[in-house]
């Protein structure tokens, strides 16, 4: 599939960068203690005035403009990080050649058809998890045996010509071919595609 080369992209808005940065001080600590500062510093001025209605009627005003100001700047905030985010996962699984094209705005599908993709997804994890369950356990060093490494030259078939009987000859070969045989299949099952739960494109 060719790649259409993008257009030279646009700084955000003026709106976009303030709702952005509005965002981003009502995180900070900072804002926090100011926050309540301001707080503490009406709290303290109540028998100043007397606990008047005008005392209350200012931090009551004050916060629900702020706040009623912060919930679209921060929404519009979160909107557009969200947008980003689909779309940088929308490139990676348009440019793999495993991912299936299908899902690149499953964000927009019914709750039915979500449901629907996450069952085949469990269905998939779910598989895999049998197939490592499946698999024969490493074999763990003995807590006894020497401590020195073993030597990179050195030939697995060495161990045949040490044993004495024909018996332990015939075991350790058997041994020797099963080792061999699971790692030549745990290879081939790393080497093969992974493929998607979906018909591919």
Known sequence: M?????????RASTFSRMARCAAR????????????????????LGPVFDYSDTWQLVINTGTTIITFL???????????????????LDELI????RAHNALLDVEELG????RMLKRRYLEVA???RDELRKRP???????????????????????????????DHERAAAEKSKGDQREAREQDEDRAPRRSPFVRR
């Open 2 to 10: 060719s790649r259409r080369p993008i257009r030279a992209m646009n």
């Open 25 to 44: 001080l009502a995180g900070h600590p900072a804002t926090f203690l100011i926050a309540v500062g301001i707080v503490l510093a009406w709290a303290a």
């Open 70 to 88: 912060m919930v679209f700047l921060i929404q519009h905030s979160q909107n557009r990080d969200s947008e980003a985010v689909q779309l940088k």
């Open 94 to 97: 348009w440019s793999l050649e």
């Open 111 to 114: 709750d039915e058809d979500i």
């Open 126 to 128: 779910r598989a895999a």
């Open 137 to 167: 356990p490493k074999a763990s060093r003995d807590p006894d045996a020497d401590d020195k490494a073993p030597d990179p030259d050195d030939d697995p078939a060495d161990a045949l010509r040490d044993c004495d009987e024909p018996e």
